[in-house]
């Protein structure tokens, strides 16, 4: 991983959460010792964000829909940062360079390979990695990883709720 360098990334992104505090915290506990998609179980924490773009906030309404049968209620944070230094899998050279496909970034539920490169992009003191989105044609996720990353760099600045499109500023 030493041999890729990383590149600053700026600009608003957003995360969905369950909006009570308990399921909040219980959410980000099993997000840790369960993994995702670019850490294993049991390793660094991680926060996973999508894009501020419209395909995406349109998407995380469907999601948010679907979910709201079973009683949950969600809160949306508008987060901007400032990292100095991320890994971006959306960019082709460094897929070259790290001798993988977005075909194999996208692929299904085995996430040994995202993982993977999540530990090395880690241990190389990146700050977070972006990623395409599986199923957002053209959309990036991002995984910070908190533990490289300081205040400066993350700032929450608000929440939206997406189907009204109203604000609260915090």
């Known amino acids: 991983m030493s041999h890729v360098s990383g590149r600053p990334e700026i600009g608003r992104w957003l995360q969905t959460t369950v909006s009570d505090p308990s399921s909040g915290a219980v959410e980000l ?5 369960h993994g995702g ?3 294993p179980p049991g390793t660094f924490p991680v926060t996973y964000l999508v894009e501020d773009k ?15 049968e079973s009683g949950s209620r969600f809160v949306t944070l508008m987060v901007d940062l400032h990292l100095p230094k991320v ?4 960019d082709a050279s460094v897929r070259k360079t790290l001798g993988v496909s977005l075909a ?5 539920e085995d996430m040994a390979l995202t993982q993977s490169i999540g530990v090395a992009a880690h ?3 990146f700050g977070g990695v972006v990623y395409p989105r599986a199923l957002g044609h053209g959309a990036r996720n991002l995984a ?3 533990d490289r990353t300081t205040d400066q760099e993350i700032s929450i600045v608000g929440a939206a709720d997406l189907d009204t499109r109203r604000s609260r500023n915090d």
């Not at 890994?87 to 959306?90: E, F, I, W």
């Not at 194999?104 to 299904?108: D, E, Q, S």
Request: glycine letters at 6%.
């Open 37 to 39: 998609r670019l850490n």
């Open 29 to 33: 506990i099993e997000l840790r010792e």
């Open 87 to 90: 890994l971006d899998l959306c």
């Open 144 to 146: 910070v990883f908190n």
């Open 104 to 108: 194999a970034l996208a692929g299904g």
């Open 123 to 125: 241990e190389a003191e």
């Open 54 to 68: 419209e395909s995406s906030r349109s998407e995380m309404s469907r999601w948010i829909q679907s979910e709201t």
